[in-house]
């Protein structure tokens, strides 16, 4: 199913297929919220896949158009040989996006804490698996030193470790602190400050669509831009009062509180350039992780067309 028009309206229609639904993308909310889609002319659909891998097949089956996903996916996908293979269009965020949680408090938290613990962990060749994979071989671990599961539905991890199968979990907000208000469960570290910078989620189209929609991708990514432009120019308590109506199980302090988390560790690129260095990082953790050893294209997986014309467009809200 490709974009359409709106005979009523003049927009295009398109389906945005994203990963979770989490604060974590507080800037593609905000440009919702705030009506950038549709001042760009796009009718936007927002579905999640929960999880990279069902995002991919939505892709590549035209339900969606666009995807936000780890862009891993993308290099699977093009190693496996396909023809109309996924680019990468804009980056969004430039940390790991989700914290570990344990069953208990702990002030004194340390990673060898986990030697012998059992931890619901992500999907195989996944982000989130191997940035924690990274971030336990940074820290004396290997995967041998902790029992990961991850046979849990990527949606379902918080009730998963609410059940009592886990000594630790990995989640995303706002299913962290949803686990903290239920008093099952404590944050006791951040992937994204243990990671360091890492481009984890990016948008991309498939190739023939790209070539057939340029004016769409375009005026995407500008929509993206403006979203964040507004979460790099305001308040925690200003975006939260933005995306709340994305987010009706969590209070609108709630939301701040996770806005701010992600803000003070400088979640989101003030641009959604994917650079040739974060594309070269990702494929060595790829590699380091024995994911894939293939030697992917940069310049095949990823353009910077958009990111660059919407860029030097940008104002500032």
């Not at 158009?65 to 496996?80: D, K, N, P, R």
């Not at 702990?106 to 931890?119: M, P, Y």
């Not at 991850?150 to 998963?160: K, P, R, Y």
């Amino acid at each position: 199913m490709g974009c359409s028009k709106t005979k009523s309206t003049g927009s295009t229609s398109i389906t945005l297929n994203e990963v979770a639904h989490s604060v974590f993308y507080a800037p593609q909310y905000a440009a919702i919220e705030l009506g950038y889609f549709k001042e760009e002319g796009i009718d936007l659909t927002l579905v999640t896949g929960f999880g990279a891998d069902n995002v991919m097949t939505s892709l590549i089956s035209d339900d969606a158009q666009i995807g936000l996903m780890g862009s891993e996916s993308s290099i699977y996908v093009y190693a496996q040989g396909a023809s109309d293979y996924a680019v990468n269009f804009a980056q969004l965020t430039q940390r790991a996006g989700n914290f570990l949680v344990s069953r208990t408090a702990e002030d004194d938290f340390s990673w060898e804490n986990l030697r012998g613990k059992t931890i619901l962990g992500g999907r195989a060749g996944g982000m989130p698996q191997m940035l924690l994979e990274y971030i336990l071989e940074k820290n004396g671990l290997t995967k041998e030193d902790v029992n990961i599961i991850q046979n849990v539905d990527f949606g379902s991890t918080a009730a998963a470790f609410s059940s009592g199968i886990a000594d630790y979990t990995v989640e995303f907000e706002p299913s962290a602190t949803l686990l903290e208000q239920e008093s099952a469960g404590f944050v006791v570290a951040s992937l994204g400050v243990e990671s360091g910078y890492v481009p984890y989620t990016a948008y991309c189209a498939k190739k023939s669509f790209l070539s057939k929609n340029s004016d769409v991708i375009a005026a995407f990514t500008r929509a993206i831009q403006k979203g964040l432009d507004y979460c790099n120019s305001h308040s925690a308590e200003e975006i939260a009062a933005v995306i709340a109506p994305q987010f009706p199980e969590n209070t609108q302090n709630d939301i701040a509180v996770i806005v701010a988390r992600y803000q003070n560790q400088d979640t989101w690129k003030t641009d959604t350039v994917f650079s040739k260095e974060s594309f070269t990082l990702l494929t060595d953790i790829l590699r380091n992780c024995g994911e894939s050893d293939t030697d992917v294209p940069y310049e095949d997986l990823v353009t910077t067309t958009y990111s660059k014309q919407a860029t030097a467009e940008s104002v500032s809200y």
